[in-house]
C-alpha cells in the first residue's frame, strides 16, 4: 500500500512550491521536488489548472492525448484520502488535510452536531445550506485561501453550477471569481486573461471528466472522448498564449478506479456493524470513517475480520495521525473528531455505503478515494509560454 508523499511529492508540495515562487511565506511542507519555486519565480503568471478525477496512469495509458502526455512533467500523490473534498481544499488552502481538516464528502462536525456534505455545504439528510441556516463556513472551516497567502492579483475559474456554493465563496479570498457554463467557455476565459497579463496567480477547475467516470466508468468511450476535448483544450490554450511569460500547470486532485456490481457492499447487509455505529459511515465509499458504541468495539473489530478481512482492512482512526496518512506537522483541532473511531480502509475495486432513510441507493461505477496508485497518483503536467 502506498501513502501520500508529504515530504516533496504530493500536491500539497506542489503548493509550496507555489505558493514561495510567487512571493509568498515560507511554508511549512517542503517544495516539490520535480517543480521547486526557483523554477516559477521567473514567470509574470502562473495557472494551476486542476482536472478532476485525471489519475496519472489514466492519463499515461491514453497516448493519444498527445498535448498533456508530452507536457508531463511526471507523477505525484494526492493526499488522504484521494477525493475531492480533501485534496481540492488542499488547492484552494495550500493545506493539506492534517491542518484543514475536511475528511471526505461527508465529514461530521461536532461543532454542529451534523454530519455535512461539505462541498454543497448541506446536512446529509438535506434541507438547506450552512449559509442560508446562518452558519458563516469560513469561520466554521478556521482557514485561509491559498490566495490570501500570496501577494498580486489572483482569478479563480469556476464552473457555474458550483459557483455559488458557500464553500467556493468562503476560499475566494482576494480572488476575482471568473464563472464559466462549458469548456469552450472556460478556454477563453483563460486565454483572455493570460494575454491581458493582470493576475499574477489564476487558479481553474474543471469536474466533468470525473462526473462521467461516476456515471460511466473513468474506462469509458465517454470518459476517453472527454479527456482528447480536454487535450485539445489544453494544445488550443498553449498556441493561443504563447509569449506571454506564463507558465501553465495541470494536474489532478485524484484519479479513480472503475467498480464492479458484486463489488459494491452495503452496510444493510451487516446488521452488526449498523448496531455497533453510533452514527451513519463519515467519509467515502473507499475510505469510511466509523464512530463506534463503546460497548460494541471488540465485537465490531472480530467482526470485520472474520466476515470481510478480504473486502477491507481496519485501522484504528487515530494511528493513521501518527504514521502520516493525512499530512505532517500538528493536526486540526478537529481532526480526531472528523475521522471517528476506525477506518475501513477497501481493498482493490471494493466500495462501502451506508443508506439513510431518506436516500435512494445509487451505484457510482467510477470511484476513488482508496489508496491503490490508480487513485492516489496524478500527473504533472507542465508547459511555458
Given at each position: 500500500?502506498?501513502?501520500?508523499?508529504?515530504?516533496?511529492?504530493?500536491?500539497?508540495?506542489?503548493?509550496?512550491?507555489?505558493?514561495?515562487?510567487?512571493?509568498?511565506?515560507?511554508?511549512?511542507?517542503?517544495?516539490?521536488?520535480?517543480?521547486?519555486?526557483?523554477?516559477?519565480?521567473?514567470?509574470?503568471?502562473?495557472?494551476?489548472?486542476?482536472?478532476?478525477?485525471?489519475?496519472?496512469?489514466?492519463?499515461?495509458?491514453?497516448?493519444?492525448?498527445?498535448?498533456?502526455?508530452?507536457?508531463?512533467?511526471?507523477?505525484?500523490?494526492?493526499?488522504?484520502?484521494?477525493?475531492?473534498?480533501?485534496?481540492?481544499?488542499?488547492?484552494?488552502?495550500?493545506?493539506?488535510?492534517?491542518?484543514?481538516?475536511?475528511?471526505?464528502?461527508?465529514v461530521y462536525f461536532r461543532e454542529l452536531g451534523a454530519v455535512l456534505a461539505i462541498l454543497p455545504g448541506k446536512p446529509r439528510y438535506g434541507g438547506v445550506s450552512l449559509g442560508q441556516a446562518g452558519v458563516d463556513l469560513q469561520q466554521l472551516?478556521?482557514?485561509?485561501?491559498?490566495?490570501?497567502?500570496?501577494?498580486?492579483?489572483?482569478?479563480?475559474?469556476?464552473?457555474?453550477?458550483?459557483?455559488?456554493?458557500?464553500?467556493?465563496?468562503?476560499?475566494?479570498?482576494?480572488?476575482?471569481?471568473?464563472?464559466?457554463?462549458?469548456?469552450?467557455?472556460?478556454?477563453?476565459?483563460?486565454?483572455?486573461?493570460?494575454?491581458?497579463?493582470?493576475?499574477?496567480?489564476?487558479?481553474?477547475?474543471?469536474?466533468?471528466?470525473?462526473?462521467?467516470?461516476?456515471?460511466?466508468?473513468?474506462?469509458?468511450?465517454?470518459?476517453?472522448?472527454?479527456?482528447?476535448?480536454?487535450?485539445?483544450?489544453?494544445?488550443?490554450?498553449?498556441?493561443?498564449?504563447?509569449?506571454?511569460?506564463?507558465?501553465?500547470?495541470?494536474?489532478?486532485?485524484?484519479?479513480?478506479?472503475?467498480?464492479?456490481?458484486?463489488?459494491?457492499?452495503?452496510?444493510?447487509?451487516?446488521?452488526?456493524?449498523?448496531?455497533?455505529?453510533?452514527?451513519?459511515?463519515?467519509?467515502?465509499?473507499?475510505?469510511?470513517?466509523?464512530?463506534?458504541?463503546?460497548?460494541?468495539?471488540?465485537?465490531?473489530?472480530?467482526?470485520?475480520?472474520?466476515?470481510?478481512?478480504?473486502?477491507?482492512?481496519?485501522?484504528?482512526?487515530?494511528?493513521?495521525?501518527?504514521?502520516?496518512w493525512f499530512g505532517l506537522g500538528e493536526p486540526h483541532p478537529q481532526l480526531n473528531n472528523r475521522i471517528g473511531d476506525r477506518v475501513l480502509l477497501m481493498n482493490e475495486g471494493y466500495t462501502l455505503n451506508d443508506w439513510l432513510a431518506q436516500?435512494?441507493?445509487?451505484?457510482?461505477?467510477?470511484?476513488?478515494?482508496?489508496?491503490?496508485?490508480?487513485?492516489?497518483?496524478?500527473?504533472?503536467?507542465?508547459?511555458?509560454?
Open positions: 500500500m502506498r501513502l501520500p508523499d508529504y515530504y516533496g511529492g504530493s500536491i500539497v508540495n506542489l503548493m509550496a512550491s507555489i505558493q514561495q515562487g510567487l512571493g509568498g511565506q515560507p511554508h511549512p511542507y517542503v517544495q516539490h521536488r520535480l517543480l521547486p519555486s526557483a523554477e516559477i519565480t521567473p514567470y509574470r503568471q502562473v495557472l494551476l489548472w486542476v482536472i478532476d478525477g485525471l489519475g496519472l496512469n489514466y492519463l499515461q495509458a491514453h497516448a493519444e492525448a498527445v498535448n498533456l502526455n508530452a507536457n508531463l512533467l511526471g507523477g505525484m500523490t494526492s493526499v488522504y484520502p484521494p477525493t475531492t473534498a480533501s485534496a481540492i481544499t488542499t488547492f484552494l488552502t495550500g493545506e493539506a488535510p492534517q491542518q484543514h481538516g475536511l475528511t471526505g464528502w461527508h472551516l478556521g482557514t485561509t485561501p491559498f490566495t490570501d497567502r500570496i501577494p498580486g492579483s489572483t482569478a479563480l475559474f469556476v464552473p457555474s453550477i458550483i459557483a455559488g456554493s458557500d464553500f467556493n465563496r468562503c476560499h475566494l479570498g482576494k480572488s476575482r471569481m471568473v464563472i464559466h457554463k462549458d469548456l469552450s467557455e472556460l478556454q477563453g476565459y483563460i486565454v483572455r486573461l493570460l494575454q491581458e497579463g493582470e493576475h499574477q496567480y489564476l487558479f481553474a477547475y474543471w469536474p466533468e471528466l470525473d462526473t462521467i467516470g461516476h456515471r460511466e466508468g473513468i474506462w469509458s468511450e465517454s470518459a476517453t472522448g472527454h479527456l482528447l476535448e480536454l487535450d485539445r483544450c489544453f494544445g488550443e490554450i498553449l498556441r493561443q498564449c504563447r509569449d506571454t511569460e506564463t507558465l501553465i500547470i495541470v494536474c489532478a486532485d485524484h484519479g479513480q478506479i472503475d467498480s464492479q456490481p458484486e463489488n459494491r457492499l452495503t452496510l444493510d447487509d451487516h446488521p452488526l456493524m449498523i448496531d455497533a455505529l453510533s452514527i451513519p459511515l463519515c467519509g467515502e465509499p473507499r475510505s469510511a470513517y466509523c464512530y463506534l458504541r463503546p460497548d460494541m468495539t471488540t465485537r465490531f473489530d472480530q467482526y470485520v475480520i472474520d466476515n470481510l478481512s478480504n473486502e477491507m482492512n481496519s485501522y484504528p482512526s487515530r494511528e493513521l495521525i501518527e504514521q502520516g436516500e435512494k441507493p445509487y451505484q457510482l461505477i467510477g470511484v476513488h478515494g482508496g489508496l491503490s496508485e490508480d487513485e492516489l497518483l496524478v500527473p504533472l503536467v507542465t508547459a511555458k509560454c
